[in-house]
């Protein structure tokens, strides 16, 4: 991504996605699930995907979540994790997948 985290994280499944604001951006392959630290402190992180989907322009899992969709193998595994356990969001999730295709 060019830019190292500003923060330790201690997870060797997830990858870094770059910085937003004052947060570092990773997705969890083996959750899966969407990170955004802002400390290095264990517990200083907000999570999830669904809050990717549901979160409005500028909340960061949102600006996370946009990230990972660009990269087609992050794609690929959120896709699954939606059809699974996201389907109430399924609308919301399929208006974000179009606006990151075009």
Not at 44 to 53: D, L, P, Q, T
Not at 70 to 85: C, S, T
Request: proline residues 5%; glycine residues 8%.
């Amino acid at each position: 991504m060019g830019i190292a985290p500003q923060y330790k994280h201690d997870c060797s499944d997830c990858n870094y996605l770059g910085q937003y604001k004052e947060y570092d951006l990773y997705i969890c392959l083996s959750e899966p699930t969407l990170i955004a630290r802002w400390s290095s402190k264990g517990p200083e992180y907000n999570s999830g995907v669904v809050f990717g989907i549901i979160g409005k322009e500028g909340h960061p899992l949102r600006e996370c979540l946009i990230r990972a969709l660009k990269v087609p193998e992050y794609r690929n595994v959120l896709n699954e994790h939606v059809l699974k356990y996201e389907t109430s969001n399924m609308v919301a999730y399929g208006k974000i997948l179009r606006e990151v295709s075009v």
